[in-house]
């Protein structure tokens, strides 16, 4: 059974910080290629960054200097550093898996970042 669990999401102000981590369990870390989307109220769900099995990364432009993916293999985990946090960051974050093997694609529940004053 395939498991992706996001964890980190929370509430801050403008200009601060927030790590968010994906754990997954279920798949050949190895063989997937990961990323972030997230969705707004009223918006469709966006990409954000991701990263090739081999490391090769990749940002929406929204996001570039401010977000950071990085992957650890040791633990099987996907993490998101997000600077500079902007309240159109606001949005659920959700953890996505494409198993380069299978070609399937998995999903994780999401985790609610507000950026508030």
């Known amino acids: 059974q395939v498991q992706l669990v996001e964890s980190g999401g929370g509430l801050v102000q403008p200009g601060e910080s927030l790590r968010l981590s994906c754990e997954t369990s279920?798949?050949?870390?190895?063989?997937?290629?990961m990323a972030w989307y997230r969705q707004a109220p009223g918006n469709q769900r966006e990409s954000v960054a991701g990263?090739?099995?081999?490391?090769?990364?990749n940002y929406a432009n929204s996001v570039k200097g401010r977000f950071t993916i990085s992957r650890d293999s040791a633990k099987n985990t996907v993490s998101l550093q997000m600077n500079s946090l902007k309240p159109e960051d606001t949005a659920v974050y959700y953890c996505?898996?494409?198993?380069?093997?299978?070609?399937?694609?998995?999903w994780g529940q999401g985790t609610q970042v507000t950026v508030s004053s």
């Open positions: 990263i090739t099995n081999d490391g090769s990364t």
């Open positions: 996505f898996a494409f198993d380069l093997r299978t070609r399937r694609e998995y």
């Open positions: 279920g798949i050949i870390f190895g063989w997937s290629n």
